[in-house]
């Protein structure tokens, strides 16, 4: 990973990781817009870096999407503790909603995969959560944009993975009108600082768009797994969580139909 897409380790061991202190603030949606087109092309250029660069030698499988492995984790983890509380459970303790059952998750994420791997999705060196909340802006005084200074933050998801996945993961909370205009923005800067050549610009915004919008429920159904998790880890938050997970299962089910629509188009692998 280079070190210009990055904040600095300064201390690491079995048990977690002390990061350089990164001054400023945290990137919110409007940061990745076109009217902020100054942070849109700072933030565009250090991803296209970063997913340019190599994938380290400690991950045995680069070139598969290291997204599944998480999910995976976190469906064994929900299933031992199910089993370990089985007998343990009353009755009358409340039941958990449909959409946070091992076995609906289970399904949908195999539903997924099923459809995601038959296309030839560009696998990179990622982010893994690359939501706003992990950019941080650090803005000079007197506002000047040109002085403004870009990090990502947060790499504990980082390994190879989708590329489509880091990008919709920036814009996926956008209004849908204005969305897909500043993720193109977005890929103008990112393809540029990438080599593309200008010819060819128009046509890998097209597909780089494609891609994103593909993955898009996969972002969504690894949210609602997450905290399907923490319900089970953490019940005393129980309303918090189904709350969060719920609205992002309406988001998983309202982009899974455009999945399948952008199917039909996306690139087949060979």
Not at 21 to 45: M, W
Not at 104 to 129: K, M, Q, Y
Not at 220 to 229: D, G, M, Y
Request: aromatic share 8%; charged share 25%; glycine share 4%.
């Amino acid at each position: 990973m280079t070190k210009a897409a990055r904040c600095q380790v300064v201390f690491e061991s079995e048990i977690g990781i002390i990061h350089e202190f990164i001054p400023g603030r945290t990137a919110e949606d409007t940061d990745f817009c076109i009217s902020s087109n100054h942070s849109l092309a700072q933030v565009a250029k250090k991803v296209s870096r970063l997913h340019a660069s190599a994938v380290p030698a400690v991950f045995h499988y680069p070139s598969e999407a290291l997204i599944w492995n998480f999910l995976d984790s976190m469906l064994r983890a929900m299933k031992a503790l199910e089993a370990a509380e089985g007998a343990q459970r009353q009755s009358a303790e409340p039941s958990i909603p449909h959409f946070m059952a091992y076995a609906s998750l289970e399904e949908e994420i195999a539903f997924c995969r099923d459809l995601l791997t038959r296309h030839d999705l560009p696998i990179v060196l990622a982010h893994g959560d690359l939501k706003p909340a992990n950019v941080m802006i650090c803005e000079a005084d007197g506002n000047v944009p040109e002085e403004t200074v870009i990090s990502l933050i947060d790499f504990e998801l980082s390994g190879p993975n989708y590329r489509g996945y880091d990008i919709m993961k920036l814009f996926r909370k956008q209004p849908e009108e204005d969305r897909r205009e500043n993720m193109r923005r977005f890929l103008h800067f990112y393809a540029h600082e990438g080599g593309v050549a200008d010819d060819a610009i128009p046509g890998f915004i097209h597909k780089a768009v494609m891609e994103a919008e593909l993955i898009e429920p996969l972002t969504w159904i690894e949210a609602v797994t997450f905290f399907a998790l923490i319900l089970r880890v953490k019940p005393e938050r129980r309303e918090e969580w189904i709350s969060l997970a719920e609205s992002r299962w309406k988001e998983y089910i309202r982009s899974k139909s455009q999945m399948l629509r952008a199917s039909g188009g996306a690139p087949k692998a060979a």
